[in-house]
């Protein structure tokens, strides 16, 4: 027995602190096919080092035959890009979460030589870190991935990754074990307790540090849609016989059965400090939150599905409006300090006063089919109002429309911007409480501070071909920043300007379009999305 500890050097920071390395051997039995079978730490990712050291204590006798795995997980074409992708259907309470899948984070099944086995049902959830560094960017974690699978499946010879599912510091869930996310495929996570459970590892060490709010939110979400399809309640406790633990880091010997919550943390069957004490002390806290996301009733059909916090999630208020065809989208119509839903249909505008379904409260004509629609505050009296966003013919420029009233009538206001092929956006982007336009090219935004005056006074790069442009006042601050979607990913941006993500989180999936507005009339925007148009 050992203790194991790593220090990784960056050219330019020099050597980080040490991290404890938990023992990591917790696979069902061995793989027939493999070569051998080797116990040892978790995985680490050091990221761009320069430099690595390793510290091995003996607990007890003397160690030998120490080796050091370096893994490169080398760039692959599901890097530039991953999708999100809808869970195949399956009779659940709970909607279904966006999740990668394998092949988004570029596993190679090449490596999985060990056929999957199921169990006879599901009886609970293990919640699990990877005691990996927490020092990762969102486009490190498909390679983070590859990385662990790598480890599990060929150096420690368990034929593929042990975890069912994975949820990074962003929020996002990950696809792990190959056999199906809505199977009992039996994992490679809890020694002893790999067969009816699901492992839900969250990546980084939760023995350094909190747990991020976006990671806490989708570890229930995706254990919250697992539990709705075998009937479990999050809040009971089950009876669970260890199977094979047997020289894996479990407390109980084969064939003991023990009484454990339905949702436990690692450390509960394992001599192990899994999940990390700041996520084993928020264990009645996960609990609380899967029960409560499987209290809210399934809407699935058109309409829109609004999120109370820039997170994955379910949705906190989901409606019907507006039919096939429409383009909805959302402004405070009556200054009531909360957005409201629009469709707009053949040139007309219909706007609803209440985030619910029903008749609309204001029908006016403005623009033409074929238009973009946009809204917002032209001339700051308080008061949103519509505009379209028309794409001339040709290579000519695009031109707005913007209308001061909720009634038919001309535009009040007309200037040409950007061109054909652009999406509109629109949002108060210095703070002035006056709500202006702008154009997003191809990764490229070209917003103006002036309707009256309409010439682009920035210019940025934030997004990539192919993303849904929102905007939104993500922190409250009184000035909108910036956001993109791509397949079911959000990543906002406090700032109207170049730079790293504010946030990065999984709502929805490729085919929703998405929106962003003040549900509660608390001064934050989050984001939503509409389905089914």
């Not at 809505?182 to 747990?211: C, K, R, W």
């Not at 999120?307 to 989208?329: C, E, K, M, W």
Request: glycine fraction near 14%.
């Amino acid at each position: 027995d050992v203790r194991v500890s790593i220090r990784t050097r960056v050219a330019d920071r020099g050597w980080s602190a040490w991290t404890r390395l938990d023992a990591d051997n917790d696979a069902v039995a061995p793989n027939p096919r493999a070569g051998a079978v080797r116990d040892g730490t978790s995985a680490y990712w050091t990221g761009p080092s320069t430099g690595i050291e390793l510290e091995v204590l003996p607990t007890g006798g003397s160690p030998n035959d120490l080796r050091l795995t370096l893994i490169d997980p080398k760039r692959v074409a599901a890097d530039a890009a991953p999708v999100a992708t809808a869970v195949p259907a399956a009779a659940g309470d709970v909607p279904a979460p966006a999740i990668y899948s394998r092949a988004a984070w570029g596993a190679d099944e090449n490596l999985m030589d060990w056929d999957p086995d199921y169990a006879d049902t599901l009886i609970a959830a293990t919640i699990h870190h990877t005691a990996d560094t927490n020092d990762y960017d969102s486009d490190d974690v498909p390679g983070m991935l590859r990385s662990i699978y790598y480890y599990h499946s060929v150096t420690h010879g368990w034929g593929d990754i042990g975890y069912n599912m994975l949820v990074d510091k962003f929020g996002r869930i990950w696809e792990g074990r190959y056999g199906g996310l809505a199977s009992t495929v039996i994992g490679a996570h809890a020694g002893g307790f790999n067969t009816g459970t699901v492992g839900v590892s969250m990546i980084g060490n939760y023995d350094m540090v909190e747990v991020p709010e976006a990671a806490m939110d989708a570890v229930a979400e995706a254990i919250a849609w697992k539990l709705s399809l075998y009937g479990l309640d999050p809040t009971a406790t089950t009876r669970i016989t260890s199977v094979g633990g047997s020289g894996t880091t479990s407390k109980y010997p084969p064939g003991t059965t023990v009484t454990v919550p339905v949702v436990f943390g690692h450390q509960e069957v394992g001599y192990t400090a899994c999940p990390g004490r700041y996520a084993w002390a928020r264990m009645g806290e996960f609990r609380d939150r899967i029960d409560a996301k499987m209290q809210i009733p399934v809407f699935s059909g058109r309409g829109f599905y609004l999120r109370g916090a820039n997170a994955g999630g379910p949705a906190d208020i989901a409606f019907a409006y507006g039919i096939a065809g429409d383009i909805p989208l959302v402004c405070d119509w009556n200054s009531d300090g909360v957005d409201t839903p629009a469709v707009f249909r053949a040139g007309w505008f219909y706007i609803r006063n209440s985030l619910t379904g029903g008749p609309a409260h204001i029908s006016m004509q403005f623009g033409t089919a074929g238009d973009r629609p946009v809204c917002g505050d032209w001339d700051g009296d308080g008061d949103q109002t519509p505009g379209v966003f028309r794409q001339n013919g040709g290579s000519g420029p695009g031109t707005f429309y913007l209308r001061n009233g909720l009634t038919t009538g001309p535009s009040d206001l007309r200037f040409d911007y950007g061109s054909r092929g652009d999406q509109p956006v629109a949002g108060d982007w210095n703070g002035d409480s006056l709500d202006t336009v702008g154009v997003f090219r191809d990764g490229s935004w070209h917003l103006t501070d002036s309707t009256s005056n309409p010439q682009i006074t920035l210019s940025f790069g934030y997004g990539t071909v192919g993303d849904d442009a929102l905007a939104g006042d993500w922190d409250g601050n009184g000035a909108d920043g910036v956001g993109v979607q791509r397949g079911g990913t959000f990543y906002e941006r406090n700032q109207a300007a170049a730079g790293p993500s504010s946030a990065v989180f999984t709502y929805g999936t490729s085919s929703d379009d998405p929106l962003a507005g003040d549900w509660d009339g608390n001064g934050t925007d989050t984001v939503g999305i509409t389905r089914g148009y």
